[in-house]
């Protein structure tokens, strides 16, 4: 018993089994006067899923005569003389099918040998059995074919592995590896999850613009085009958040968005130039109500796709912990061995940066604010691999977030990491419009010394700050990122389902 299988090079646009399923195509549509391509419809009743579950208890060789409606994918057939099996998908599960010449009827067996390949897609009536060997299975009576393949299928016992031809051809990622299809329902769930929580919260879920004339929100470089109509150069967001708390001044109460935002940056593991965020606003809360908030989300959307115990690239965790908090300056302290405390000026900073190796990183200008997030993210932010609170963050790089009153040089903000990674950013949120200014000022200064990734001067936030916003607490969260330590997904291309592709020579 020979079972179709055929391997072919998915690098190139065409090759001989594309042309020979072309023409087979041709001569069922002048032989047999059949359209697979026809506008019809097929009344399906029974998912595969459902089959399995409805039919568990069979034993070998027993059937059960309730008539199935189903459909799905011809994964492999194998063809022989008055019957042949093949094996069936759909988006649920997989199933074996058994055809015999006595029960669909000779002309059907014939039509099924001569014309049926892996990849089509077939209605299916019969009932379930299951097999001597124990193999539950649908006895077919009826069959349709609703749609042929002219592509054929990866080669079953390898599947498709080639991670490149997997990103741009995802399509065929999906039909040949069945744990794709559930990390990306696995995503659905976490999103859903997020939701949940925050509509719990009583917290709308809104809708800002993706273009605007100002790229606002974040550091971070964007994509420039250009509007015909208006005759304006236009950005895609890299951030939703001036336009939420516009949201929260305009009294909507609390708002949260999850959408996609847009940088123009390198592509790696953890990055992709386009990339979904959740960003939420309450008025009346601050930081740690939004600390709060991030271990509620995260726990409840590992709830909802199976444990709060995770395991990413070998590393285990569990959720069910408190979050570790530690400050910009203890990491330093604890990672790179500098007591921060103890640094008095800029030039200090830059010595001790250039010590530690840094020194290619540095234009010389640094102060020692910045040169403090340097060293974090050269020697604290890999080691923080439990989920962890980082706090503590300098004024001068934090142009949204509220001051310390007790020391106005650092911020009540926060970052939050797992596996070395961040996965969220929060601020008590600045709403001192005086204070607001003087930060873009000095964010604009930067940016004409050559910072493209400085945030930009948006006099119209400062006017809706102007106008009050209340105490509010903020927060965005890497959905990208969460899906992937969620699911244990090594790369950010393998939860976003068409990942940005450098095109083909």
Known sequence: MAEEVISQDFNSEDNEVVRQRKEKLLRLR?????????????????TLASIRERFDTLQP???????????????TIRKQGKATFADMADETSRIQLYFQINTVGEKDYDFLKKWVDT????????????TRRGELTIMVTEYKLLS???????????????????YRKRYMDLIANPEVRDVFRKRSRIISSFRETLESHGTLEVETPILSVLAGGANARPFKTFH???????????????YLKRLVVGMMGRVYEIGRNFRNEGIDTMHNPEFTMMEVYWPYANYVDMMNLAEELIRNAAKSIGTLEIEWNGIKLDLSKPFRKITMREAVK???????????S?????????DKGLGSEMTGHESKFAVLNLLFEAFGEENLIEPTFLLGHPTEISPLSKRDPENPDYTHRFELFMFGKEVANAFSELNDPIDQRE?????????AEGDDEAHVFDEDFINAIEAGLPPTGGMGIGMDRIVMFLTGARSIRDVILFPAMKPKA
Request: charge should be negative; charged fraction near 35%; include cysteine.
């Open 30 to 46: 002048s032989e047999e006067g059949y359209d697979p391509y026809v506008n019809e419809t097929w009344d399906r009743k029974d």
């Open 61 to 75: 060789e027993q059937e059960d005569g309730t008539e199935l409606k189903t459909a799905g994918r011809i994964m």
């Open 119 to 130: 990849g089509d897609w077939l209605g299916i009536v019969g009932h379930a059995c299951r």
């Open 148 to 166: 042929k393949a002219i592509r054929p299928l990866p080669e079953k016992w390898h599947g498709l592995t080639d991670t490149e031809i997997r």
């Open 228 to 242: 015909n109509a208006l005759g304006v150069d236009m950005y895609m967001r890299i951030a939703v958040e001036l």
């Open 334 to 344: 604890e990672f790179a061995g500098v007591d921060f405390d103890t640094v008095t």
């Open 346 to 354: 800029d030039e200090q900073a830059r010595a001790i940066a250039r």
């Open 439 to 447: 930060r873009f000022e000095d964010q604009a200064r930067k940016k």
